[in-house]
C-alpha cells in the first residue's frame, strides 16, 4: 500500500517523476519530430510547464513558462514563450475562432560551448586569383527543440516570405498543443493514456461517419438494394 501511495503521489506531482516531461515530449508525435538526441540531456532537468493567462481587458495572450533545474547548459532557471491572440472577431469571418497572431521567446544564457542551437563548420575556400586553399569556420544555426524560444519576427505590415510563413504556422501548432491538451492532461500523455484517447475518439469518429453514410443510402429512394446486390450478367463474367 504504502508503495501504491507513493507511485500515486508522483503521478500528482510531475516535479517527481525522473524524465516526466521528456518522456511526454517523446510520447506526442509533434513533438517527438522536433527534439533532438542533443535536447535530451537537457529536458531531463525540465521541471514543470505552466500555463498563465493574461489579465482580463488586456489582448488574449498566454505565457508558456518551462521551470528548470540547475543545470551545466544555461544559467536560466526559467525558459518563456508568449503568444499574442486576435481577440476581436475578423471582418471578413465573424465567425472565425481566436487566432494567434504573433509569439515572443526569451534570452536562453547559454554557458560557454554548451550551445546546442548553434554547431560549428568548417568549409575550404579556394582563393580566386592564387588558387590557394584555406580552411575557416562557420557558425550556423543547428536543429533543436530550443530553437522554440528564438521565433522569427513578424513584420508589422504582416508580410511574410513562404519560409517564414511555414515556421510560424508549425510553431504557432506546438504552442497551442502545449497550452491546450499537454499541459492539462500531462499525466495521461506521460503514461500514453492520453494518445490510447485520442486514437478511439479518431476510431469511433470514423465508425459514425460510415453509419451515417450507410443511412443516407438506405433511406434515398433512389438507392435500389436489389440491384446493387444482384450486378448486371455481364459483370460478373471474366
Not at 42 to 71: H, M, T
Request: charged share 35%.
Amino acid at each position: 500500500m504504502k508503495e501504491k501511495a507513493k507511485v500515486d503521489e508522483e503521478k500528482e506531482d510531475p516535479k517527481g517523476v525522473p524524465e516526466f516531461w521528456l518522456t511526454v515530449f517523446k510520447n506526442v508525435d509533434l513533438l517527438s519530430d522536433i527534439v533532438q538526441e542533443h535536447d535530451e540531456p537537457i529536458l531531463k532537468q525540465l521541471q514543470d510547464i505552466k500555463v498563465k493567462f493574461f489579465d482580463p481587458g488586456q489582448p488574449k495572450s498566454f505565457s508558456l513558462e518551462f521551470n528548470f533545474k540547475p543545470n551545466e547548459f544555461f544559467t536560466n532557471t526559467l525558459l518563456t514563450k508568449t503568444y499574442t491572440m486576435r481577440s476581436e472577431p475578423d471582418e471578413n469571418d465573424p465567425f472565425d475562432g481566436p487566432e494567434i497572431m504573433g509569439c515572443t521567446g526569451c534570452t536562453i544564457d547559454w554557458m560557454k560551448g554548451k550551445n546546442i542551437t548553434l554547431q560549428t563548420i568548417k568549409m575550404k575556400q579556394r582563393h580566386k586569383g592564387r588558387g590557394t586553399v584555406r580552411t575557416v569556420t562557420k557558425t550556423v544555426l543547428d536543429d533543436s527543440f530550443f530553437n522554440f524560444f528564438n521565433p522569427p519576427d513578424v513584420p508589422e505590415s504582416g508580410d511574410m516570405d513562404e519560409d517564414t510563413e511555414a515556421i510560424l504556422a508549425a510553431d504557432f501548432e506546438v504552442g497551442q498543443l502545449i497550452c491546450e491538451h499537454i499541459v492539462p492532461r500531462a499525466v495521461l500523455y506521460f503514461t500514453g493514456e492520453a494518445i490510447e484517447d485520442d486514437d478511439d475518439d479518431y476510431d469511433e469518429e470514423g465508425e459514425e461517419a460510415d453509419d451515417e453514410e450507410g443511412e443516407e443510402e438506405e433511406n434515398d429512394p433512389d438507392y435500389d438494394l436489389k440491384k446493387d446486390a444482384n450486378p448486371p450478367a455481364e459483370c460478373k463474367q471474366q
